[in-house]
């Protein structure tokens, strides 16, 4: 009997998934408590046709959720990754590559390259908030840093300046101007 309502919800799984109702297949899955293992072949069905379609980002994501192996997730992941790339979404690329657990030399790469684009457009609490969540190196932290504390400044935003200031470790002489336009 519990096989046959076990197998009956991978039935209905299966036609949910392959209708690309996969909300409605997770729910189905999480109600009758169904194994992956069971579900192996319609979720391996669902990651091609998304693949072939070039939705790669859904096709990582079912390949995460349902255990597909390593290598289905990390093929999908990095097309999505080159397409943000492609598109000059640096920034969500290097997020997207860090949770997908891509290459560490690809998720520094995005970030340098969202880094840079911030700077270049003036952006740059922007750059320094990249540098921090990526761990970029110390120089270019200093960079933003030392930007957005003169953009403050300028704006007459001395409290938040010397907090930039003290957070990313400036030059001294740079506290103490924030300082005494607060004093």
Known sequence: MAEDKLAEGARRFKEK???????EAAKIKSDLGLPNS?????VKSAYDANMKKGDYSLAAE????????SDHRLEAAQRSFYRKIDSEFYRAAAEY????????????QAAIQAF??????????????????FDLPRPMKQEAAKK??????????????????QKYDLPEEMV????????
């Open 148 to 165: 957005s504390f003169e953009q403050h400044m300028q704006a007459g935003l001395y409290r938040k300046a010397l907090k930039i200031a």
């Open 62 to 69: 079912l390949a995460k959720q349902y255990d597909l192996p």
């Open 17 to 23: 998934m392959n209708a690309g109702a996969y909300k």
């Open 38 to 42: 069971m579900l192996q072949d319609a």
């Open 176 to 183: 103490a101007e924030a300082e005494k336009k607060i004093s």
């Open 97 to 108: 590559a860090k949770e997908f657990g891509l290459p560490e030399d690809m998720v520094r």
């Open 116 to 133: 840079n684009k911030s700077m270049s457009m003036g952006m740059v609490k922007n750059a320094a908030e990249i540098a921090d969540d």
